[in-house]
């Protein structure tokens, strides 16, 4: 089975701009959670969508948005991007939805701000 | 400030050492608790969990973990590792009032063979 998968890869953006990250869970998993890993840090929970509702938020701004769609997938919107964005954002993918149920994470979105 | 801890933060050992990762919470009332690793060119992934009943959890690979609750510690043990251990250990909690998975800021091991 293939596992989470993240697109892109690697980003690149300005301070101001607005960039969207995408996640796709393991098949059969309705849960996706979003983290941002600052270098030299833990992931930081920012959201997390069961059945395209959201079920929880971390301590970010609401330049960060999110939202699954009815496959499952989900996105990640941050605008006004700030120097400080720049972080590796990890999607994880659950079969439940508490977040005590394993989490399946994808190999993450390096995204630099300049 | 709530938050988990793990004060080592780069440790190097000699393959066939033994390995005792440390970590602890400053959370009150029911936690869950675990241990995540990231191997070299790899994905984050569960090395093993604890929600209650026997303190000592056994995970993966040989890893075991011990909750001592009077400790608030979580801390990753294993008595030989091996090269293949090399990675990033992650502690997270999930605090009981919550459903936020909230994660230490990792310990980096290096066995050398």
């Known amino acids: 089975d293939a596992g989470v998968t993240q697109s892109p890869t690697h980003l690149i953006k300005t301070r101001g701009q607005q960039v969207t990250l995408r996640c796709s869970p393991i098949s059969g998993h309705k849960s996706v959670s979003w983290y941002q890993q600052v270098l030299g840090q833990g992931p930081q929970f920012i959201f997390q969508?069961?059945?395209?509702?959201?079920?929880g938020r971390g301590n970010f701004p609401d330049r960060f948005s999110a939202r699954q769609f009815p496959n499952y997938s989900s996105e990640l919107n941050v605008n006004a991007l700030l120097l400080g964005d720049s972080a590796l954002y990890l999607c994880?993918?659950?079969?439940?939805?508490?977040?005590?149920?394993?989490?399946?994470f994808g190999p993450g979105t390096r995204l630099t701000v300049l | 400030a709530q938050s988990v801890s793990q004060h080592n933060h780069h440790v190097i050992l000699s393959e066939a050492a033994s390995l005792e990762l440390g970590c602890n919470y400053s959370?009150?009332?029911?936690?869950?608790l675990f241990w995540y690793v990231q191997y070299p060119g790899q994905h984050l992934q569960l090395l093993l969990k604890?929600?209650?009943?026997?303190?000592l959890v056994k995970g993966i690979k040989g890893f075991e973990a011990e909750f001592i609750k009077s400790k608030f510690s979580f801390n990753l043990r294993k008595p030989s590792v091996q090269w293949s251990d090399t990675a990033e250990y992650f502690c997270?909690?999930?605090?009981?009032?919550?459903?936020?998975?909230?994660f230490g800021t990792g310990t980096r091991l290096q066995v050398f063979p």
């Open positions: 969508y069961y059945e395209k509702e959201e079920r």
């Open positions: 959370y009150g009332g029911t936690v869950n």
């Open positions: 997270a909690v999930t605090p009981g009032d919550t459903d936020k998975l909230i």
């Open positions: 604890y929600f209650s009943g026997d303190p």
């Open positions: 994880a993918s659950s079969r439940a939805k508490r977040v005590t149920d394993t989490q399946y």
